[in-house]
């Protein structure tokens, strides 16, 4: 059985860091491209950063530069560090696991974080 399951998440002040984990277990972790995503009340679910099976990273415009994805691979674990955080970064952050040949995707259950003073 699949399972991505996602940790960190809280209630942090503007200006402070939080340390998101994805853990899987059930999948070929290290042939997987694995995605964090966050969805904030009312709006669509938007990408925040992947890390590629080979080690790339892309991330989104709002979250360059203070955000940084990592993976280890022997872990199979998926990490999203979130610096200077803002109120606007408030939203559940969910984890994806994504390969093509065959397409297949995996989805976390979500961790809450909340950026309010």
């Known amino acids: 059985q699949v399972q991505l399951v996602e940790s960190g998440g809280g209630l942090v002040q503007p200006g402070g860091s939080l340390r998101l984990s994805c853990a899987a277990s059930?999948?070929?972790?290290?042939?997987?491209?694995m995605g964090w995503f966050r969805q904030a009340p009312g709006k669509q679910r938007e990408l925040v950063a992947t890390v590629t099976s080979d080690g790339n990273t892309v991330y989104a415009d709002s979250t360059k530069g203070r955000f940084i994805t990592s993976r280890d691979n022997a872990k199979k674990t998926v990490y999203l560090q979130m610096n200077s955080l803002k109120p606007e970064d408030t939203a559940v952050y969910y984890c994806r696991a994504q390969r093509a040949r065959p397409t297949t995707v995996f989805w976390g259950q979500g961790t809450q974080v909340t950026v309010s003073s």
């Open positions: 059930g999948i070929g972790f290290s042939i997987y491209n």
